[in-house]
């Protein structure tokens, strides 16, 4: 059974950092995907990085990129998106995801992932 479990969320202000985990157990396709999502009430869920399982190959969303990193410790089973220079349109509840599927390169479209956690809030302030 597949879980994926994220945490370190909070509140921040502006310009500040955070680095969300993601603990993760029953994964055994190394084939596949992790990603980091964000969903803001009344808005759809965006993909915001992206790795593959067993690679280093990544993926951003133009409105991250230089400041989120996304990696992983496979010996931890843990996926982990470091947030610097926060800003208070990066507040979202943040969901870890995965994918046992193949693609060219890590996937930031929600729907080639089938694994989910439940969501960690970040709140950014001005």
């Known amino acids: 059974q597949v879980q994926l479990v994220e945490s370190g969320g909070g509140s921040v202000q502006a310009g500040g950092s955070l680095r969300l985990s993601c603990a993760t157990s029953?994964?055994?396709?190394?084939?596949?995907?992790m990603g980091w999502f964000r969903q803001s009430p009344g808005k759809e869920r965006e993909g915001v990085a992206a790795?593959?399982?067993?690679?280093?190959?990544?993926s951003y969303a133009d409105s991250v990129k230089d400041r989120f990193t996304i990696s992983r410790d496979t010996a931890k089973n843990t996926l982990y998106l470091q947030m610097n220079s926060l800003k208070p349109e990066d507040t979202a509840m943040y969901f870890c995801?995965?994918?046992?599927?193949?693609?060219?390169?890590?996937?930031?479209?929600?729907?080639?992932?089938?694994?989910w956690g439940r969501g960690t809030q970040v709140t950014v302030s001005s």
């Open positions: 995801a995965a994918t046992g599927r193949w693609f060219s390169s890590p996937p930031l479209g929600q729907y080639a992932y089938n694994y």
């Open positions: 029953g994964l055994t396709d190394r084939r596949g995907s």
């Open positions: 790795i593959y399982a067993a690679g280093s190959t990544t």
